[in-house]
């Protein structure tokens, strides 16, 4: 009787936090379904070897990076871009600070270092990705989707259609409350409680994780289908124009909320899906 030969898949983790192998080890069903043969932070290899999948987690920061980068994905059939990072950059690239690359790019001696690229970057600046995986990190459930191909995973549209929450027309507040100021009311729509949620606009597939017990949606999916070809200017517009409808709150409030460090730290990364001078990133690649 022929032995079942279990296909293998490697996590490539290059400059971000591990928090998507954290995610990843919280699931299980692959543990009989797909042999794991490179992942640093539990397999010792000194190098991926041939693979059937590549997870690459953590965005591309430094010259090491695009090293094992583009030797890794040499090695794979299929090469997935995992998390915020490896799609946008990661949270590091919104700390491109002129006074720390001066100190590590100034020295040459640093040999023991790898030297710095002027920002951190996604993955597929440098190779072609089969697959992107958004989310930060990505739930067990959206890996488990992944790796196992499940057919009959079918992610809602935006994480809206996922939350529950009901609408209420005639509850309009007239001030942003903050994002963890205030009493959550358990089954009303957080936008009309005067949350700063923006998870009708955002990717659906992480079952409202945050938003169900009460924490507004910050964008970490990415863009919902309706978005990914789209520019900044359009799709913060059509966010702007949510709040306007379900609240009173004027819309410079509005305007300077979207542009908070609560919430650009994940909304930036709407733009880079129709990147300035490369093809937009098709919503069929996108799980």
Not at 71 to 80: G, N, P, W
Not at 130 to 137: I, K, M, T, V
Not at 207 to 236: M, Q, Y
Request: negative net charge; charged residues 25%; proline residues 8%.
């Amino acid at each position: 009787m022929k032995q079942y030969k279990m296909p293998k898949f490697a996590v490539l983790q290059l400059s971000g936090c591990a928090g998507c192998e954290v995610s990843l080890l919280n699931a299980d069903e692959w543990i009989d379904q797909y042999q794991l043969v490179y992942m640093p932070l539990v397999v010792s290899a000194y190098s991926v070897p041939d693979v059937d999948v590549l997870l690459v987690s953590g965005g591309v920061r430094n010259n090491e990076d695009i090293h094992h980068l583009r030797e890794a994905a040499k090695r794979a059939k299929k090469v997935v871009a995992v998390g915020t990072c490896a799609i946008s950059g990661g949270i590091s690239n919104l700390g491109n600070r002129d006074e720390v690359r001066e100190v590590f790019l100034s020295q040459e001696e640093r040999i023991h270092l790898p030297r710095l690229l002027p920002r951190s970057q996604p993955i597929d600046d440098f190779i072609e990705v089969d697959l992107y995986l958004p989310g930060c990190p990505p739930t067990p459930e959206l890996f488990m989707a992944l790796l196992l191909e499940k057919e009959d995973f079918k992610p809602s549209k935006t994480v809206c259609q996922e939350c529950g929450r009901k609408k209420v027309p005639d509850m309009k507040p007239e001030h942003f409350v903050g994002f963890q100021a205030g009493e959550v009311l358990p089954d009303i729509c957080l936008i009309n409680q005067g949350y700063p949620c923006v998870g009708t606009s955002t990717r659906g597939g992480c079952n409202a994780l945050c938003t169900k017990p009460g924490h507004p949606c910050v964008g970490c999916r990415g863009p919902s289908d309706a978005f990914i070809e789209k520019d900044s200017s359009a799709w913060l517009k059509s966010i702007q124009r949510v709040f306007e409808k379900m609240t009173n709150i004027p819309p410079e409030e509005i305007y300077e909320t979207l542009r908070s460090p609560q919430l650009s730290l994940f909304l930036f990364q709407f733009s880079d899906y129709n990147q300035t001078g490369k093809p937009p990133r098709p919503k069929e690649k996108v799980l």
